[in-house]
């Protein structure tokens, strides 16, 4: 069955682009207390400008501090789109963390891969991410808690990947979804 049919006939389009929480900020303004508001025991992070800029294989500090006091709380896993086995490798080592590369969001074969180890009721991982039509649709599909953030680095609005996103958030405004902060 296409994607699109089964997607119609199972959720609406808006109701897979809704996200749970719209931040209005990066993941790092998510702190322990408020995670475990949500009830949240686990996060699976999108890499691509969720933690890190594209093409850049550096971790901050501050992102690397946020890690340790993030992983107090809950258990974490990196989820990435990126067909750069090497690069995802490497940021997930600098925070050491288990990752996956390849994923081809909004595909759930690999999400489903990493529930299984994670070992947690789906409702209580986190799926978070800066992409609506990859992240927060992949999350929906599975029954997830998804957190749609700001990309960590503001991109020039003139960039291919930030016009991308643009036209993201117009369609899904367009379809219902309410994707004004829910701070």
Known sequence: MPLLTYISATMSLKTLLQPDVVLGQTVLALTPERIQSYGIKGMVLDVDETIVPFRQADTSADLKQWFAEIRTVV??????????ERRIQAIA????????????KPSR???????????????????????????IVVGNRLGMFTIWVEPI???????????????????????GA?????Q
């Open 178 to 182: 309410a994707l004004c902060s829910s």
């Open 109 to 135: 074969r690999k999400l489903r891969q990493v529930l299984t180890e994670m070992e947690l009721p789906t409702h209580q991982v986190a799926m978070v991410g800066d992409r609506l039509f990859t992240d």
């Open 93 to 104: 080592a600098s925070l050491d963390v288990p990752y996956v590369a390849r994923a081809a």
């Open 75 to 84: 258990s974490l896993w990196l989820v990435s789109n990126n067909t750069s």
């Open 153 to 175: 680095e503001a991109m020039d609005r003139r960039s291919p990947k930030e016009l991308l996103r643009i036209t993201e958030i117009w369609l899904a405004q367009q379809l």
